[in-house]
């Protein structure tokens, strides 16, 4: 029997705890990437460190597609007026879940250095 041709990776951002402010406050975002498809994002949550976004995406993919890889890039952003700023990422490696469940887990993020000393 042939493997389907075609796949479709189901993420769900719920929310994220403690997120550090930028400037004087943060105005955070998700940024979900799967290397060789189009990048997703959820809604941004005005003034909040511990926002809840509850939002479901849909990457759909190519079994076929050479580029496609196993791994999905999360990005904790800040929205701003001028330039947007990252506060912080993390990785999902696909491999390590059952296609046909969910998983719910909660990921670590990696605040970068400049907002690190505001979490302390």
Known sequence: MEPPSECVVQLRVNKADNVPKVETVSDPYVLLRIPGLEPQRTRTIQDCSNPEWGE????????????LQAIVEIEVWDEDTTTDNMIGKTTLDLTLFDSDSWSDIALPIAVVDKYRKKLE
Request: glycine fraction near 0%; proline fraction near 0%.
């Open 56 to 67: 479901t995406f849909f990457f759909e993919c190519s079994y076929a597609d050479e580029k």
